[in-house]
C-alpha cells in the first residue's frame, strides 16, 4: 500500500489523534459485546506503571487509623497498624482497572503479596470488609468531609449517607461486589485460599 505523499504530512503529524480515535472506537465496539466486563477502555490502554496508593493511606487510611489505632487483617487476623499495613484491592486491580476506595481494605503486607490477583469470597470476607468501610467511611466524613476519597464512593452510592445506613449499605455495596466478582471468576481469576 503506498500513501499519496500529499497526505503523509498530515498522517505523521496527527497520528496520535487518528491512533487513539481507532482505540476509542474499539473499546465502544467492546464494551457493546461485552457489558459484563467493567472498564474495556482502561484495560486496552494500561498506563506503564500503576498509581501508588500511597494518597489514599495519607488522604484517607491513615485517618482512620489515628482513631481506630489497629485492626484486624481480614485475610489473615493479623493485627494491623498505621505504621504496618498495605492497601489490597478487594476486587483485584487488574480486573476493575481502578484505586476506587470503595473497593480497598488495609490488609497485612504478606497477605496482600500472596492474594495478588485473587478474588475473595464474598461468603467468607464481605461482612467484615463492609463493616471496616463503613467504619472508616464515618471517621473520614467526620475528620475530612471535602475528602476527594469520600466522593470516590458515588460511584456506587447515591449518596453520601448511603454507605452510612448499615441495611442498606451493606446490601449496595454487595450488589456491586458480588457480579464483579463472578464474572472475573468467570474470566479466569483464581478465588483466594487463605492458609491459616
Known amino acids: 500500500m503506498e500513501v499519496n505523499p500529499a497526505w503523509q504530512e498530515y498522517l505523521t503529524k496527527n497520528s496520535a489523534i487518528l491512533k487513539d480515535f481507532c482505540f476509542w ?11 459484563n466486563v467493567p472498564d474495556i477502555p482502561n484495560k486496552l ?41 498495605s492497601l489490597d484491592h478487594f476486587v ?49 466524613f467526620r475528620k475530612a468531609p471535602r475528602s476527594k476519597y469520600i466522593e470516590q464512593y458515588l460511584s456506587i452510592f447515591p449518596s453520601i449517607d448511603g454507605l452510612l445506613i448499615e441495611k442498606t449499605g451493606k446490601a449496595r455495596l454487595k450488589e456491586t461486589l458480588e457480579p464483579l466478582i463472578t464474572i472475573a471468576h468467570n474470566n479466569g481469576f483464581e478465588i483466594y485460599e487463605p492458609k491459616r
Open 45 to 85: 490502554i494500561k498506563p506503564i506503571r500503576r498509581g501508588s496508593l500511597e494518597n489514599h493511606k495519607k488522604g484517607y487510611w491513615n485517618l482512620y487509623f489515628d482513631e481506630v489505632k489497629e485492626q484486624r487483617c481480614i485475610y489473615s487476623g493479623n493485627l494491623l497498624t498505621k505504621r504496618d499495613y
Open 92 to 140: 483485584p486491580y487488574n480486573f476493575v482497572s481502578h484505586d476506587l476506595n470503595w473497593n480497598l481494605v488495609p490488609a497485612h503486607r504478606s497477605v496482600n503479596s500472596s492474594k495478588s490477583d485473587k478474588l475473595p469470597r464474598l461468603t467468607q470476607f464481605f461482612d467484615v470488609f463492609f463493616e471496616i468501610q463503613r467504619k472508616s467511611f464515618e471517621i473520614v
Open 25 to 35: 472506537n474499539l473499546s465502544l465496539f467492546l464494551q457493546k459485546h461485552n457489558p
